[in-house]
């Protein structure tokens, strides 16, 4: 990690309360993650615009909206967000699809394992702070080149 | 006694008068004429037995009367009574006929004597005359008979000359036959079987001469291995006794040693008082071998249409089993489903309460009570998360119990058997089992009747409802309602599942019970479930209804008889 104080945010949207109690307690106790939670999708992507979220972690099957329509749609509001889907014995397919479709990251089947979710986060966030990082660099360099820009101005100016 | 009649012919009334009365007294019919002329008339109508009659007598004396009366048939004996005892008249009387004679005077005596007589002669002499013509025709009948056989002898005669030349013929037609006969004929002593007759075709067939086979038995015809064979058939031929057929087929060995096989009709007949085989044999050696060949070949054939048989039904098994899979894979996805949730969130919340104790051991090690007050905060948040953690746990392993529970009560696997029972249980089961499919998404309202108990096998009632729920929830796409209600009906229960969804056009009513009919994306439907439905509830003696309107919903009616179906064959 590049930013030593840096809280990743992350975005836990299933139906069933009891996964959700579950996700976030168990990043409340590993990590110092900031999780959010969300039983409805369609109220967390009312908030979407809200909180930047590092990487978001939706369950597949849900009334009204399913997590592959969930994830695109908050792929338009916050693209820089890892997406990683929790799926059923039955939604694999519709998973792997997705893939693609919706640039995941990866996806978990249920029931989880911890570890592997844990790694998975991790790793996502890992690859989410190269990007910032990335990004940041690379608006120094436009902030550089912009310096640098108005220097030649300034000499310009000055010679002139 | 009849009483005979005299005819009295004089001219002289007292002769008449006297003859008559004497004659009367004797007991005679009498009549008198005083001339030939009246009595040749009288006579015509009386008829009578004896004429005594006077010679002279005017016009037409006595022997002119004669001659007259004896042109006539039958005429009766004349007494001739005369006056004049000539010698001469007597002898021309009698010589014309007269019976008799009486010379006048004559005593009564004399009268009746003489009557007697002639009427005794007349009495004979018709006699006589009867049996003459009894006679005569008799022999005209010997005649007629005699006749009648002589032509009967000439016609057998004839016949037998007819018959002659036929015997003749036949013989001559039969040799012909037997030497012309595409099958080879023998005769053969019953006894030794020494062969007596051979045509040209056993000639032929067997490859020996005519002159080599009368020097032959005919079992040195036979095919000596296979000698088994002919016995059999010789224990028949003898079973059958005289006159009767016996067919059968028979290995022979011709002069050249090749085998041939004979279809051999045989008889036995009496003949001058010894048996006689007659045996007659078709060459069926090349027919037979083309039948074995065939035999071979039918049971090739035989063998792979058992074949086919048995992979047919193994394809057949294999649908059945395709057909549990279908429920059964609804079934398992949906319970996995169901269970994932709950079985993840213990897993999650076994790590936190792990991790939770150990912070917590931790914490105590490094922070002895009533040490500082950042630490306590802390300590407060590990306590509120294991006290999430272990209600959450309870709240999964209740869900994992209902939905097991659920499971097995859906199965019902220790209640296989038909019995009594409630489908609202069944339906509740059910509806638990497929939450995944209907979860958020579809209202599921119950409106259950007040109903018997049903004579049923629950756990196939339960896969109807399974189907039919999923059905449901798959044609409503998004959000909608699924209707369940119950109700008694003449002697059924019913069950209407009705749903929001997409609607079932009319002319697919019949084709979605069909196996294997499907309008659902590969992979997502078998198109079993209706079909197996189909045949739970024929099982059950029911049917099935449906309503639907496309674009509006559907309804499927399940109608169960109470009492179950009469008779039912063993669940497989
Ligand atoms: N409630 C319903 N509403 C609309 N269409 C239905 C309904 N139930 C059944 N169908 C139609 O009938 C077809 C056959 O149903 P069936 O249950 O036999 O097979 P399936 O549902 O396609 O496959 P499976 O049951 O194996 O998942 C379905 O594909 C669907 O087109
Ligand atoms: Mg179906």
């Known amino acids: 990690m590049t930013e030593d104080n840096y809280r ?49 972690i939706t369950d597949y099957l849900m009334p009204r909206i399913d997590g592959i329509s969930f994830l695109a749609r908050f792929k338009e509001i916050q693209p820089h967000a890892v997406r990683v889907l929790l799926t059923g014995y039955a939604d694999k397919e519709n998973a792997i699809k997705a893939i693609n479709h919706v640039g995941l990251y990866q996806y978990i089947e249920k029931p989880w394992d911890n570890e592997a979710l844990l790694m998975v986060v991790k790793n996502g966030l890992e690859k989410r702070g190269l990007l910032r990082a990335l990004e940041k660099k690379i608006a120094e360099l436009d902030q550089a080149h912009t310096s640098l820009k108005s220097i030649q101005t300034e000499l310009i100016k000055a010679f002139m | 006694m009849t009483q005979h009649r005299v005819l009295v012919v004089d001219d002289e ?16 019919a009498v009549e008198v004429a005083s001339t030939a002329g009246e009595a040749l008339k009288i006579q015509e109508s009386f008829n ?22 004896r042109a006539r048939p039958l005429p009766p004996p004349v007494i001739v009574v005369t006056a004049s ?82 015997l003749l013929e036949t013989e001559l037609r039969y040799r012909e036959l037997f030497n012309l006969a595409n099958d080879a004929i023998f005769t053969v002593d019953a006894a030794t079987g020494q062969i007596l007759e051979a045509n040209l075709q056993a000639e032929k067939l067997t490859g020996y001469s005519g002159e080599e086979l009368s020097n032959m038995k005919v079992q040195d015809l036979y095919s000596k291995q296979e000698l088994e064979r002919v016995a059999k058939f010789e224990s028949e031929l003898a079973k059958a006794g005289c006159g009767c057929g016996v067919t059968g087929d028979i290995p022979f060995r011709t002069r050249d040693g090749q085998r041939i096989v004979l279809n051999v009709s045989c008889s036995m007949i009496e003949m001058n008082a010894r048996q006689v085989i007659n045996l007659m044999g078709r060459d069926v050696t090349a027919i037979r071998e083309v039948e074995a060949e065939l035999a071979r070949y039918t049971q090739e054939l035989e063998q792979k249409f058992e074949e086919k048989k048995k992979q047919l039904l ?31 969130s213990i897993n999650a919340n076994n790590d936190i309460l792990a991790l939770a104790f150990r912070k917590v051991q931790d914490f105590v090690r490094l922070h002895p009570p009533g040490d500082g007050t950042d630490a306590e905060q802390e300590l407060d948040e590990i306590r509120s998360i294991g006290k999430e953690a272990l209600q959450t746990n309870r709240m999964a392993c209740d869900r994992i119990l209902k939905i097991v529970r659920s499971l097995r009560n859906f199965a019902r696997l220790d209640e296989a058997e038909r019995k009594k029972a409630d489908i609202h249980e069944g339906i509740e089961s059910t509806i638990t089992l497929v939450a995944h499919e209907i979860k958020g998404r579809i209202r599921v309202t119950k409106e259950f009747g007040n109903v018997r108990e049903i004579e049923c096998y629950p756990n196939q009632l339960n896969q109807v409802f399974m189907n039919m729920l999923v059905n449901a929830s798959q044609a409503i796409e998004g959000e909608g309602e699924i209707r369940i209600r119950t109700w008694e009906q003449d002697n059924t229960v019913r069950v209407a599942i009705s749903d929001t969804g997409k609607g079932i056009p009319a002319e697919l009513y019949s084709k979605i019970f069909d196996p294997g009919f499907t309008t659902k994306k590969a992979g997502l439907g078998t198109g079993l479930g209706l079909s197996i439905c189909l045949r739970i509830v024929q099982d059950h003696g029911g049917r099935i209804e449906i309503e639907s309107q496309v674009g509006r919903g559907t309804t499927f009616t399940i109608i169960l008889p109470v009492e179950g179906a009469p008779e039912r064959k063993t669940n497989d």
Do not use: C, W
Not at chain 2, 91 to 116: C, I, M
Not at chain 2, 137 to 157: D, G, S, T, V, Y
């Open chain 2, 314 to 344: 193994q394809s057949q098994s294999q649908l059945v089993q395709a057909e549990k899979m279908a429920a059964l894979g609804s079934l398992v996805a949906g319970v996995a489903h169901e269970i994932n949730n709950p079985l993840g």
């Open chain 2, 85 to 166: 005892h000539t010698y001469d008249i007597a002898v021309q009387s009698l010589r014309q006929g007269a019976a008799d004679y009486l010379t006048k005077p004559f005593d009564l005596e004399q009268l009746r004597n003489s009557v007697r007589r002639a009427i005794e002669r007349r009495q004979l002499k018709l006699e006589n005359l009867e049996y003459q013509r009894e006679l005569e025709e008799k022999n005209r009948r010997l005649q007629e008979a005699e006749e009648m056989l002589r032509k009967h002898a000439l016609e057998l005669e004839e016949r037998v000359q007819l018959g002659t030349q036929a």
């Open chain 2, 13 to 28: 009334e007292a002769a008449r008068y006297s003859i008559g009365k004497a004659l009367e007294a004797a007991g005679y």
């Open chain 1, 8 to 56: 990743p945010t992350i975005l836990i949207v299933d139906d069933e309360e009891m996964v959700v109690t579950s996700l976030r307690n168990l990043f409340r106790l590993q990590t110092d993650y900031h999780i959010v939670t969300y039983n409805l999708p369609e109220k967390a992507l009312e908030d979407a615009g809200k909180v930047m979220v590092d990487l978001v």
């Open chain 2, 48 to 69: 009578p037995d004896v004429i005594l009659t006077d010679i002279s007598m005017p016009e037409m004396n006595g022997i002119q009367f004669i001659q007259q009366l």
